[in-house]
């Protein structure tokens, strides 16, 4: 019994890992496929090649993307760009949603942003209970008002395991202690509840 245990165990450690990401890229090829709808019937792969070969949505997000990518680093293309915004911050309720979402992937996506750039430790819910967070930048706007006599940083503190929930705070500098690991490596730890463990940072010694 106990050989078929070590058995099974070591089964589940290898199907586990590959079933999952087996179901997530799947997930991810089968929704970007959905933007071959865009092309007309005729241009269709599947009509042309004459059965359907998952995947060919993923090349067409990709030629999009560089398209766009391409035409709005230019002169003319910040131009239009810039025009589409202000077309689109003139429609009620529209230009909420839009201003909020192009805030946050400017903040996320932009070189020269700061959004987790950096994970931290910091005591979380509670004195003497530690926990990874990341930090997204610092506050502005009234709350700065509220905020005096220390620096304070904005932090996302991620839930286990799926890091997409947590929780946005705001916290004293020096109550954060900056982790000397890449966020990836940060996500794998918290994603994987502690079992994942980076590698140790080279000591100065």
């Known amino acids: 019994m106990a050989a078929l245990r070590k058995w099974l165990l070591a089964g589940l450690l290898v199907i586990v890992p590959v079933a999952i990401t087996a179901s997530v890229l799947r997930w991810i090829i089968e929704t970007l496929d959905q933007t071959l709808q865009i092309l007309p019937e005729a241009w269709q792969p599947d009509r042309l090649i004459g059965f359907h070969v998952p995947g060919f949505g993923v090349v067409l997000t990709l030629a ?92 996302y503190v991620p839930t286990t395991p799926n890091p997409t929930g947590g929780y946005f705070v705001m916290l004293r500098k020096s109550d954060c202690i900056e982790l000397k690991m890449s966020v990836d490596e940060a996500l794998k730890y918290v994603v994987s509840m502690g079992v994942v463990v980076p590698a140790a940072a080279p000591s100065n010694r």
């Open 64 to 155: 999009i993307l560089l398209a766009v990518g391409a035409v709005t680093s230019n002169f003319v293309g910040r131009r239009l760009v810039s025009l589409g915004d202000r077309v689109v911050s003139r429609i009620p309720v529209v230009r909420g949603i839009y201003s909020s979402v192009k805030q946050v992937s400017d903040t996320l996506f932009s070189e020269s942003g700061n959004a987790f750039r950096t994970a931290v430790l910091v005591q979380w819910p509670r004195p003497d209970v530690w926990t990874i967070g990341f930090v997204t930048g610092t506050p502005g706007g009234d709350v700065t008002t509220y905020l005096r006599g220390e620096e304070y940083v904005s932090v």
